[in-house]
T-cell receptor
Framework: DAGVIQSPRHEVTEMGQEVTLRCKLI?????LFWYRQTMMRGLELLIY????????DSGMPEDRFSAKMPNASFSTLKIQPSEPRDSAVYFC???????????FGPGTRLTVT | AQSVSQHNHHVILSEAASLELGCNYS??????LFWYVQYPGQHLQLLLK??????LVKGIKGFEAEFIKSKFSFNLRKPSVQWSDTAEYFC??????????FGRGTSLIVHP
């Protein structure tokens, strides 16, 4: 299994631009988590999907952030418009139905200038 | 609501020293507990987990953790650290909602 796949691995963009981060779950997993990691705030949960349905989005910072799961194996996290304070590493993690541990992707390092 | 507290933010050790990283959680019900490791520039990987049974859990790379219910603790230990153990370590707890809560992490630096 290839594990959780994220793209791009690095993204540098200018303030005001739209950014789309992508995540492919491990085959057979049904839960998807998006996290943001910064030095100041540590690892923050942004949103959690179960069976394609957003269950908890209380961590999404503001309306500029949106996440979708168009099918059982793929998710996007969109930031529009982006701001310098959005600079962070964004991880997605998937989890299977019969297990409790999460499998993290390699992350996307986002820099907004 | 569940929460996790990792007391040591930065730990610096020499090779062969023993390691213990503290983790305390707050949640009134049954919990699942995890330790994840993040090597420099990499993603989080599972070190070990506790769901039920023997409270002393052994993980990969010689790590172990002990669940002490009365103390709401799940401390991570390793008898002899190596330079390659330099990483960030995260404790996580998952209660009834199955949404894990992560601690702030402990940065471990091991000098050769």
């Amino acid at each position: 299994d290839a594990g959780v796949i994220q793209s791009p691995r690095h993204e540098v963009t200018e303030m005001g631009q739209e950014v789309t981060l992508r995540c492919k779950l491990i085959s057979g997993h049904n839960s998807l988590f998006w996290y943001r990691q910064t030095m100041m705030r540590g690892l923050e949960l942004l949103i959690y999907f179960n069976n394609n349905v957003p269950i908890d989005d209380s961590g999404m910072p503001e309306d500029r952030f949106s996440a979708k799961m168009p099918n059982a194996s793929f998710s996007t996290l969109k930031i529009q418009p982006s701001e310098p304070r959005d600079s962070a590493v964004y991880f997605c993690a998937s989890r299977g139905q019969a297990t409790y541990e999460q499998y993290f992707g390699p992350g996307t390092r986002l820099t907004v200038t | 609501a569940q929460s996790v507290s990792q007391h040591n933010h930065h730990v610096i050790l020499s090779e062969a020293a023993s390691l213990e990283l503290g983790c305390n959680y707050s949640y009134g019900g049954t919990v699942n507990l995890f330790w994840y490791v993040q090597y420099p520039g990499q993603h989080l990987q599972l070190l070990l987990k506790y769901f039920s049974g023997d409270p002393l859990v052994k993980g990969i790379k010689g790590f172990e953790a002990e669940f002490i219910k009365s103390k709401f603790s799940f401390n991570l230990r390793k008898p002899s650290v190596q330079w390659s153990d330099t990483a960030e370590y995260f404790c996580a707890v998952s209660g009834g909602s199955y949404i894990p809560t992560f601690g702030r992490g402990t940065s471990l630096i091991v000098h050769p």
